[in-house]
């Protein structure tokens, strides 16, 4: 039982890249949400899933895009990265809203 | 939407002593306050977590306490450890998410 992964855990873009982080979990929950964390700022929720097939924003979605096409995998894209998204980013899952969020390790992305 | 604030930003105390927390937040509909704990480095990790229907709940050194009348809940540590340096952050339910508070980074000094 691996829980939460993320892959990759670090990666290094240039302005204007786009890449895709990708977030597995093992444990059959219908609840993903994808944070990012700033120093200083917590954990900001970027996008949430609710089940396979749903996705919705949150409370920093701009420049990013998400897809939920198997209830085991949240996908994180960023289309054109920028320097504002350097940041380390976070996925959890859990099995109903008013539960236990699980986390992955985190991915550490720097854009230059 | 839920507005959760968290004090203090920082917090240094003597191995030993007792370390708090505090949370406010502004639905008082939200029935459910989850506290995480984040070591250096590591991914944030669920300690303890109350619900509307209990004042206080404890495990072992940590408890935390809830005043829904006032709207706000708290992290209490007792006899602090070094294991317990870390950034601990406080949360409350907004829809299908959680909104977390922005975090305390607590260190224990020997």
């Known amino acids: 039982n691996a829980g939460v992964t993320q892959t990759p855990k670090f990666r290094v873009l240039k302005t204007g890249q786009s890449m895709t982080l990708l977030c597995a979990q093992d444990?059959?929950?219908?609840?993903m949400y994808w944070y990012r964390q700033d120093p200083g700022m917590g954990l900001r929720l970027i996008h949430y899933?609710?089940?396979?097939?749903?996705?919705a924003k949150g409370e920093v979605p701009d420049g990013y895009n998400v897809s939920r096409l198997k209830k085991q995998n949240f996908l994180l894209g960023l289309e054109s990265a920028a320097p504002s998204q350097t940041s380390v980013y976070f996925c959890?899952?859990?099995?109903?809203?008013?539960?236990?969020?699980?986390f992955g390790p985190g991915t550490r992305l720097t854009v230059l | 939407g839920e507005n959760v604030e968290q004090h203090p930003s920082t917090l240094s105390v003597q191995e030993g002593d007792s370390a708090v927390i505090k949370c406010t937040y502004s639905d008082s509909a939200s029935n459910y306050f989850p506290w995480y704990k984040q070591e250096l480095g590591k991914r944030p990790q669920l300690i303890i977590d109350i619900r509307s229907n209990v004042g206080e709940k404890k495990d072992q050194r940590i408890a935390v306490t809830l005043n829904k009348t006032a709207k706000h809940f708290s992290l209490h540590i007792t006899e602090t450890q070094p294991e317990d340096s870390a950034v601990y952050f406080c949360a409350a339910p907004e829809g299908y998410k959680l909104s977390f508070g922005a975090g305390t980074t607590v260190t224990v000094r020997a």
């Open positions: 959890a899952s859990s099995y109903v809203p008013y539960n236990e969020q699980f």
């Open positions: 899933s609710v089940g396979e097939g749903t996705t």
């Open positions: 444990m059959n929950h219908e609840y």
